[in-house]
């Protein structure tokens, strides 16, 4: 997945901003064309996750498919068909950090020094 520069698509009635494109090899013939299928996608939410905004499949061939040979050309290919400009990989956010309800490290010291009072 790549970030890509925001694009406005019209989803489900309302304006949305897509800021991560996905793309994949639908198919390949191994000797002159490759389809290609993509999503964009809007920034994730936490709890949500992805939405996607749009979908569609590319069909690579001639010389494209010829000069074919890493996932970064590929993923210029789709960018290049689509009008979208790729601004670097997509990292995904890190998850939010586990509430400090209780130290059970402390706790389980005190057992271990204390059998009796785990009980």
């Known amino acids: 997945m790549k970030t890509i520069q925001p694009v406005s698509i019209w989803f489900n009635g309302q304006l949305q901003t897509a800021t991560v494109l996905s793309a994949s090899v639908g198919a390949d013939n191994l000797i002159d064309r ?8 809007n920034d994730v939410d936490a709890e949500k996750g992805f939405t996607s905004l749009a979908s569609g499949y590319l069909m690579m061939d001639g010389e494209a498919y010829n000069n074919w040979q890493t996932n970064d050309y590929a993923y210029d290919w789709v960018a290049q068909q689509l009008n979208l400009t790729i601004t670097g990989e997509y ?22 020094s204390n059998p009796s009072s785990a009980n």
Do not use: R
Not at 34 to 41: K, P, V
């Open 91 to 112: 990292v995904p956010p890190a998850p939010p950090a586990p509430s400090p309800e209780k130290d059970y490290t402390n706790e389980q010291s005190q057992i271990e």
């Open 34 to 41: 490759a389809s290609f299928s993509y999503q964009l996608f």
